[in-house]
């Protein structure tokens, strides 16, 4: 069975930086891409980075220059570096991968969450 499996969430003070860490396992064929997402209180889930196709990366407006995503194939992990933390960037934040299993096609998974408090 095929799972997302994040860590390194945590408290921080504003300006300071925090690295998130998704891990694809289980049994699968290929992994498309990967993204991450959060979701602040009382919002909705909203995409923060994410590797394409061709691996381009793409940012939101409110992380860009701040977060960084990056990948590790041989450990089918992505990362995400987060500086400058913001109290608006609370929240809690998934990954996100379509990946493709023997005999079930392409599927989205989802991490589990890791939740990310920047307060003073």
Do not use: H
């Amino acid at each position: 069975q095929v799972r997302l499996v994040e860590s390194g969430g945590g408290l921080v003070q504003p300006g300071g930086s925090l690295r998130l860490s998704c891990t694809v396992s289980g049994r699968f064929d290929s992994i498309r891409s990967m993204a991450w997402y959060r979701q602040a209180p009382g919002k909705e889930r909203e995409l923060v980075a994410r590797y394409g196709r061709d691996d381009n990366t793409n940012y939101s407006a409110a992380v860009r220059g701040r977060f960084t995503i990056s990948k590790n194939y041989a450990k089918n992990t992505a990362y995400q570096q987060m500086n400058n933390l913001k109290p608006e960037d609370t929240g809690v934040y998934y990954c996100k991968a379509p990946v493709l299993t023997a005999g079930n096609g392409w599927n989205v998974y989802w991490g589990q969450g890791s939740k990310v408090t920047v307060t003073s």
